[in-house]
């Protein structure tokens, strides 16, 4: 008897370990918090900074009008300031996760809220009581996708079926004043949605103009913070040279010298298909910017024997080469921003 409580009492200590060793690891991998500046390309999804990211416990409708609807409330909510999320799962590029606005509202719950999306049951949305209270909301309220279920849940009334029966030749009449008025009703609701879809590809057509002029905006700022940088260093290097007070550094053990910044161009040549949504002499403008850039790297050597004047003639040229980029830079930077900007106004 005293060996199986022995026993007994070893395992469950045993167990207590385990899960106080366990728990903590448990907790800091839920803690996976992060903040970015993303564009929404769908109800449910948004991008930016190399990360997509789907919204957690929600999923889109088939409805191109919800659509465009939610994409524009998701516009709003984000407004151009980076969101927070909390990751619940997927990759280091993907992943799903609750976001909130910079000004604090929950992306999902608000779309929710509209009837823009529908919970996703195959997530464990118990978790989250305030999703479902939002669907049942919107839901009771006819908000969004809700108003079209509502109404085709409504059906004929009672009243109607018991006018039908008893006056044959009232509900005959009836049926072609409801045939010539559903008539006019798809005559009219075809017309909406040509509407509908042209606004719809002038809307997507500037969302992916967008996108495209935020992608490059990014690389060229990049670019420009990696020559600043490289200039700051070359010019700290150029003001040891001509110190009188310190013996250079090359004249010891000799030195390297980088003949220009390393710079990216990925965005750019991935994207090489799509400038046409671009204005076509900033398109042009951006095209002879890239060929110019500077790709393989290139270093020369600085031996101890070098007389001074060549060192700092090389340097001072390097830095002049490095400077030319400056500008331009920056006067496609903000072409491309007008271009986010305008974009955006369209959108709306």
């Not at 002879?288 to 070098?306: F, T």
């Amino acid at each position: 008897m005293r060996g199986y409580l022995f026993s007994g009492c070893l395992f469950f200590c045993c167990l207590a370990m385990a899960l106080t060793v366990m728990t903590p690891s448990a907790a800091h991998a839920d803690s996976s918090k992060f903040s970015r500046t993303v564009t929404a390309v769908d109800p449910v999804t948004l991008q930016g900074q190399g990360l997509t990211i789907t919204l957690w416990g929600v999923r889109p409708v088939l409805s191109p009008a919800i659509e465009l609807k939610a994409l524009d409330l998701m516009d709003n909510l984000i407004d151009g300031s980076p969101v927070s999320c909390q990751a619940v799962g997927g990759t280091s590029t993907h992943v799903v996760a609750r976001c909130n606005s910079a000004r604090g509202d929950d992306l999902g719950l608000s779309l929710l809220n509209h009837g823009f999306v529908v919970v996703d049951r195959r997530q464990n949305v118990d978790s989250v009581p305030s999703y479902l209270e939002a669907q049942q909301a919107a839901r009771h309220n006819a908000e969004g996708i809700w108003k079209q279920v509502v109404k085709s849940d409504s059906g004929m009334s009672q009243g109607m079926r018991m006018l039908l029966s008893v006056l044959p030749v009232a509900a005959v009449l009836l049926m072609m004043f409801i045939i010539l008025f559903r008539l006019k009703s798809l005559e009219t609701q075809q017309k909406e949605e040509f509407e509908q879809t042209r606004s719809k590809e002038t809307q997507l057509l500037a969302r992916e103009k967008h996108v495209l002029a935020s992608t490059l905006e990014g690389e060229l700022a990049g670019n420009k913070n990696r020559i600043e940088a490289f200039l700051t260093i070359y010019r700290d290097m150029l003001a040891n040279l001509k110190s009188t007070t310190e013996t250079p550094k090359y004249k010891q053990a000799g030195d390297i010298v980088q003949k220009h910044p390393a710079l990216s161009k990925a965005v750019f040549e991935a994207s090489v298909s799509k400038l046409s949504l671009l204005d076509m002499k900033l398109a042009a403008r951006l095209s002879k910017l890239y060929a110019a850039l500077p790709m393989e790297q290139e270093y020369i050597n600085i031996e101890p024997g070098v007389p001074l004047e060549s060192a700092v003639a090389l340097v001072e040229k390097v830095i002049r080469d490095a400077e030319i980029f400056v500008q331009p830079l920056t006067d496609a930077i903000a072409a491309l921003e007008g271009v986010m900007t305008s974009s955006r106004t369209e959108k709306s």
